[in-house]
T-cell receptor, first 117, second 116 residues
Framework: DGGITQSPKYLFRKEGQNVTLSCEQN?????MYWYRQDPGQGLRLIYY???????QKGDIAEGYSVSREKKESFPLTVTSAQKNPTAFYLC????????????????FGAGSRLTVL | AQSVTQLDSHVSVSEGTPVLLRCNYS??????LFWYVQHPNKGLQLLLK??????LVKGINGFEAEFKKSETSFHLTKPSAHMSDAAEYFC??????????????FGKGTKLSVKP
């Protein structure tokens, strides 16, 4: 079945450590997204990528980094510069379509919960 | 500019009674609108979407939503709540302007509780 796989599901980090969250999709989608979810705040966009080897900052990119070396993969690194990293992180993907359309549906992974000790 | 407002952060209903989750949007362009559902510690699942076809959209699990341009609303309804409907629901607006996918703007979510 096609879908998005996020790993690990739960991750604990000590202060000052970098951690990387994995996101892999087999949907052949061009666009991939990382969101952060905190209680009562909805989803906030961290980074997105519309094509391999290219990505753009979202609303809360500070303290995070990404790469997009392969179409299927969009890992997110939470760096020590992120002051409050404890959150639920969601990866999503979406087809670009020809022509591109805002009607294209986002497909989400199951999420990764990061806790800073 | 686009925005979306979910008018209630928490809605509580009894099993078997109707559900109404309210969403208002603002968009400079003809938008696409979506409702997603999220169960605890899970990803988001698409319930339904509006893309300028029929204004009454039917989704999964008996949910539907009506696009009302004059009221800039896209409220989610279900005639009879089930215990399994207890979850958080997100209204999302996306632009449809040419040459771009358009930004997706998420509401802050409405938590639905269903009492036995």
């Amino acid at each position: 079945d096609g879908g998005i796989t996020q790993s690990p599901k739960y991750l604990f980090r000590k202060e000052g450590q970098n951690v990387t969250l994995s996101c892999e999709q087999n949907l052949n989608h061009d666009a991939m997204y990382w969101y952060r979810q905190d209680p009562g705040q909805g989803l906030r966009l961290i980074y997105y990528s519309q094509i391999v080897n290219d990505f753009q900052k979202g609303d809360i990119a500070e303290g995070y980094s990404v790469s997009r070396e392969k179409k299927e993969s969009f890992p997110l690194t939470v760096t020590s510069a992120q002051k409050n990293p404890t959150a639920f992180y969601l990866c999503a993907s979406r087809p670009t379509g020809h022509p591109p359309s805002g009607a294209n549906v986002l497909t989400f992974g199951a999420g990764s919960r990061l806790t800073v000790l | 500019a686009q925005s979306v407002t979910q008018l209630d952060s928490h809605v509580s209903v009894s099993e078997g009674t109707p559900v109404l989750l309210r969403c208002n949007y603002s968009s400079s362009y003809s938008p696409s609108l979506f409702w997603y559902v999220q169960h605890p510690n899970k990803g988001l699942q698409l319930l339904l979407k509006y893309t300028s076809a029929a204004t009454l959209v039917k989704g999964i699990n008996g949910f539907e939503a009506e696009f009302k341009k004059s009221e800039t609303s896209f409220h989610l309804t279900k005639p009879s709540a089930h215990m399994s409907d207890a979850a958080e629901y997100f209204c999302v607006v996306s632009g449809n302007y040419g040459g771009s996918q358009g930004n997706l703007i998420f509401g802050k979510g409405t938590k639905l509780s269903v009492k036995p």
